[in-house]
């Protein structure tokens, strides 16, 4: 069995070395593939990826020419992928690309009856009430039990993400992945993964509430649409 993760890079530069070297774990095996999106990036993460990954074998780099959204970043990559299970993390290091072994054992027995979801911990208290908020409201308005939608990494099989329909390009793409797991009837399994700070830069969308309210008022809008779509 082949795992593939896809890690969107937007403007991460300076994280993207140290990035690398939590990856170097995977050099050794051919049971893992680390595909690296240059989602459009207009810093240097380019030519940091193009300088750096020949040291790292079981990374490849998938280049998006103009930045359309994180999830079209991941979905870029998801779409290269060889794996048969497969999902992405973050690149900024508040979640370590090494949680991916966690969740090898879910996938050994039922491999396509699993979704696979890390479980935030380490968190500032005031984006867990957030979390808190966010997570009842979508689990009494879909009717499905949504904890903790933005958690990472996030995996499941190929044969899954074959079955997905008009996905979103935005921040939705975490939640339209959860859903659709419940509709499919997926085991849901979660394993704790430490939340820690930033190595560089800033969020691209948790930087103040301005940004969690323009967060919320997408969130709204997508699961309505949701649950039009898939309730019908």
């Known amino acids: 069995m082949k795992f593939s993760l896809v890690i969107p890079c937007y403007n991460e530069a300076k994280n993207i070395p140290l990035l690398l070297k939590r990856c170097a774990v995977f050099n050794d095996r051919d049971d893992f593939e680390i595909i690296l999106v240059d989602n459009g990036s207009t810093d240097d993460s380019s030519n940091v990826l193009k300088e750096l990954l020949p040291?790292?074998?079981?990374?490849?780099?998938?280049?998006?020419?103009?930045?359309?959204?994180?999830?079209?970043?991941?979905?870029?990559?998801?779409?290269?992928?060889?794996?048969d299970v497969i999902g992405w993390t973050?690149?900024?290091?508040?979640?370590?690309?090494q949680d991916i072994l966690q969740a090898v054992d879910f996938f050994k027995m039922t491999p396509k009856g699993v979704f696979a979801k890390g479980k935030?911990?380490?968190?500032?208290?005031?984006?867990?009430?957030?979390t808190v908020g966010m997570s009842v409201f979508e689990t009494?308005?879909?009717?499905?039990t949504m904890w903790d939608i933005n958690a990472q990494p996030t995996l499941f099989s190929k044969e899954f993400f074959d079955s997905w329909t008009e996905p979103p390009h935005d921040f939705s793409l975490d939640l339209y992945a959860y859903y659709q797991a419940h509709i499919h009837k997926l085991k849901i399994c979660r394993f704790p993964v430490r939340f820690g700070e930033r190595a560089?830069?800033?969020?691209?969308?948790?930087?103040n509430w301005s940004s969690k309210k323009k967060f919320i008022h997408r969130t709204l809008l997508f699961s309505l649409e949701l649950k039009e779509r898939f309730n019908k």
């Open 120 to 130: 935030r911990y380490g968190r500032p208290l005031i984006d867990v009430l957030f």
């Open 200 to 207: 560089h830069g800033v969020s691209h969308w948790n930087v």
């Open 140 to 144: 009494l308005f879909l009717k499905k």
């Open 55 to 83: 040291q790292y074998p079981s990374c490849k780099i998938v280049r998006v020419e103009e930045n359309q959204g994180y999830g079209f970043g991941i979905l870029s990559g998801l779409r290269e992928a060889q794996g």
């Open 90 to 97: 973050h690149a900024d290091l508040q979640t370590d690309p």
